[in-house]
Structure formats: C-alpha cells, structure tokens
C-alpha cells in the first residue's frame, strides 16, 4: 500500500524529503541511505513515495507514472513536516540511549560527557550519527527526544553453489539476492511470517 507521494522538480527538494525519511528511519527499498541523485538527474524521477511492504519503506517512479490521490507537492509536504513535526525524533540503540540518559541525569550533563572522571571515555568510544543534537538535547533542547531503533531481521539460507543468498521481494514476490544489503528485512514478528526450514534468520546488525 502507497502511504505518500511527492512531487519534487529539483535536487534540493529530492535531498529535502529523503533527509525527513532518513531521519525518520527509513530506507530504500532495495539497498542504501544515500540520496541516489543518479535516479533524479540521469532517469528523471520526480516522484518520491513510501509504500507499506509490511514495514514502510522508500520508492520512487521513474517514469513519473503514480497517479493517486495522496500524490502531493513539495510545499505540502514540507508544511505538514512543520506542522506534525515539532518534536525532533532521532534514533540510537539502547546502549547509546543509556549513555545519553546517564548523562542527563548529572548535575551538569554537558560537563558530565567533556570531564574524564565522569562519561567522557564512554562517549569517546561510542560513535554517534548525530552529536550536534544530542548536545542540543543535554543543554535542554525540549524539542528533541531519542528513541531506540526496532529491532530488524532477516532471511538466508546458503544455495547449492555453497554461496549467502537472501530473501527478498520483486514486485510483491518473494526472491532471492547475494546482496545483503537489498535483503527484506522487518521486525522479528514479520519476519517469522515467512521463515520456512528453508531459510535461516538472523539480525540485522544497524548501519549494515
């Protein structure tokens, strides 16, 4: 089920409505979080969606075909992003989640993640996507939270050329690829709905 549609007309505004997605938690549907301007500038997409395969994952038409109702434009959908988004959301996992409380919790949080005696080797080793708004959110920013990243799972099973292939979808029908990355990949629940002997689950391990 198609969920959204956009109709951007330059790269800024592709990139634009990619980073809310991204920042969201969503991903492409085949592989990758890059803004694939390739797609825009050489195939001409205009249209960027995300469609519901059991989890919410980006698209886009290269012929510039979807036709729906809930086929908006840029401004629309930048406004709506100002209106239903004022609180910020950034996702981390529970171990930097812990991290980011601990420090909250100090008298002085910012002092707290700079001084030796207190968190600072703990956030030296842990390497963070968005260290700017965690400051922001330790300095008391009230319109930033951090939530924990779901939990993915995916399928595998090893072929008769003794080659790593996984599920995924085409067009709504379940295949296989050697690309990891391309992988169907959904929360456990999900994927158990399509685990067979045939394949093997295992996490997704985030960023991979």
């Known amino acids: 089920m198609t969920e ?3 109709h951007v007309t330059t790269l800024e505004q ?3 409505v990619l980073d809310v997605w991204f920042k969201q938690g969503y991903e492409w549907v085949i592989s990758g979080c ?3 301007e390739k797609t825009f ?3 001409g997409s205009r249209q960027l969606g ?3 395969y059991e989890i919410k994952k980006i698209v886009c038409w290269c012929n510039n075909d979807y036709n729906g109702d809930n086929l908006i434009e840029y401004s629309e959908f930048m406004a709506q992003q100002k209106e239903d988004n004022k609180m910020e959301t950034y996702y981390v996992t529970q171990e930097q989640l812990d ?3 601990s420090a909250k919790d100090l008298n002085y949080p910012l ?3 700079t001084a030796p005696e207190n968190l600072q080797k703990e956030f030296d080793k842990t390497h963070f996507d968005n260290e700017k708004e965690i400051l922001r959110y330790l300095g008391g920013d009230e319109t930033i939270e951090f939530k924990v990243k779901e939990q993915l799972y995916r399928l595998w099973r090893i ?3 003794g080659d790593t292939v996984y599920m995924h979808f085409i067009y709504g029908t379940p295949d296989w690829t050697m690309n990891k990355d391309a992988a169907f990949t959904a929360p456990l629940e999900v994927i158990r709905e399509w685990q067979t002997p045939a394949w093997s689950m295992e996490k997704v391990q985030h960023g991979k």
């Open 159 to 161: 072929d008769e050329g």
């Open 14 to 16: 592709w990139k634009s």
């Open 41 to 43: 500038e050489q195939y």
């Open 34 to 36: 890059n803004y694939k």
């Open 50 to 52: 995300l469609v519901d």
């Open 4 to 6: 959204t549609v956009v």
């Open 99 to 101: 991290l980011i409380e």
């Open 111 to 113: 002092t707290g993640i």
